[in-house]
């Protein structure tokens, strides 16, 4: 009798499996997808990137695979500039960038990254996670953008393949590649050089043949892309802190429900604090392996030369972002 009744309900059991199975996937195929791309400069291993796989991981995991965000690092969908273009006009959903070349769409992220601005990192992700940062992200949506969330990329310092900078009067002369920014061009002109804008991956070649002498980045920069190997000379000047933003395309966040919008806006947020580590690490060992490498390295002892040199780059922002320095200042 016992032996009956669980032969039955394993049968039962069976037809319900095979039922349930069958609904299943026909619910599967129902519902597509929803894919979404993001596009990322560096390689798979930067770790910017690594915090990409992580906001995309974020969103899959708490979607339950109904949305998908598709990294596409190493420029594959094209170089910043471009890139915020199509992500302006919805070709391209998501991207990670810089905030240097953004400020050519929404001209306040000046501010956030005038030379000598935070006393240290950790003053800038005071900055970035109050009102003041949240400010900024929601600034973004009149150039058709919804700004997501921050990521590090430490302080930018000079390199060049013609000799040690030390003193801002080295720097006189020199070709300096700079992102697309008109900041960028404003500060590397301050200080005596000559600035050429340029697209990221251009740069090795660049100065590679001598078409330019050097270029300004951070440590990660500097190692991941090998310039390391062809402008030997770093000095640790630490001119700019210019935090990474991700940035989602308006036009595509609006085709999604006010529920999955929120959804992706709280998982880029919790992203941050892996890409924060990640970054951490990686900085560490690209500064050790340039030092291995036998390039020659010089810490400013004193950058107030370099410091006075900026100020017209202040004087020169409008009444309005000069008020949003001094909210940024302002934050101890
Ligand atoms: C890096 C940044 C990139 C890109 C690059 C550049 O620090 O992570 O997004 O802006 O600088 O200099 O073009």
């Known amino acids: 009798m016992k032996k009956q009744i669980i032969v039955i309900s394993t049968i039962l059991a069976l037809i319900a499996l095979v039922i349930t199975g069958c609904t299943k996937r ?25 915090g990409d796989y992580e906001f995309s991981k974020l969103v899959q ?3 339950n695979g109904r949305i998908k965000i598709e990294v596409y690092p ?3 969908l094209g170089e910043e500039r471009a890139v915020i273009e199509q992500v302006q006009f919805g070709a391209i959903d998501f991207t990670r960038v810089s905030i240097s070349p953004l400020a050519a769409f929404s001209e306040n992220f000046n501010a956030l990254q005038m030379p000598y601005l935070y006393r240290n990192a950790d003053h800038m992700w005071k900055v970035l996670n109050s009102k003041v940062g949240d400010d900024f992200l929601a600034s973004l949506e009149p150039a058709g953008f919804v700004g997501l969330s921050w990521f590090d ?8 393949s013609v000799r040690p900078v030390e003193s801002v009067e080295d720097l006189n002369g020199l070709k300096i590649r700079v992102q697309e920014s008109a900041l960028m061009v404003g500060l ?18 660049a100065i590679q043949t001598g078409v330019i002498d050097g270029a300004e980045n951070n440590w990660p920069s500097y190692f991941a ?72 390295i010089y810490r400013l002892q004193d950058n107030s030369a370099f410091q006075s040199a900026m100020q017209p780059l202040y004087d020169a ?10 909210d940024i200042r302002a934050v101890k």
Not at 188 to 205: H, I, N
Not at 317 to 326: A, G, I, T
């Open 74 to 76: 190493g420029a594959q």
């Open 153 to 160: 990329s430490g302080a930018r310092s000079f390199y060049n």
């Open 188 to 205: 590397v002109e301050a200080l005596g050089a000559v600035a050429t804008p340029m697209p990221f991956g251009e740069v090795y070649s």
């Open 317 to 326: 922002l409008s009444p309005e972002l000069q008020e949003v320095v001094k």
């Open 225 to 296: 892309t090998s310039h390391y190997e062809v402008a030997t000379y770093y000095t640790i000047d630490e001119h700019t802190r210019v935090p990474e933003i991700t940035i989602a395309s308006k036009m595509a966040m609006d085709k999604l429900s006010k529920a999955d919008q929120k959804l992706i806006m709280q998982a880029a947020k919790d992203s941050m604090a892996f890409q924060i580590k990640a970054w951490a690490n990686y900085e560490k060992e690209a500064e050790a392996t340039v030092a291995a490498n036998g390039n020659e």
């Open 61 to 63: 995991v708490r979607s």
């Open 26 to 50: 026909e619910v599967v195929t129902d519902v597509k997808p929803i894919i979404l791309r993001l596009a990322e400069t560096h390689g798979a291993d930067f770790p910017t990137t690594q």
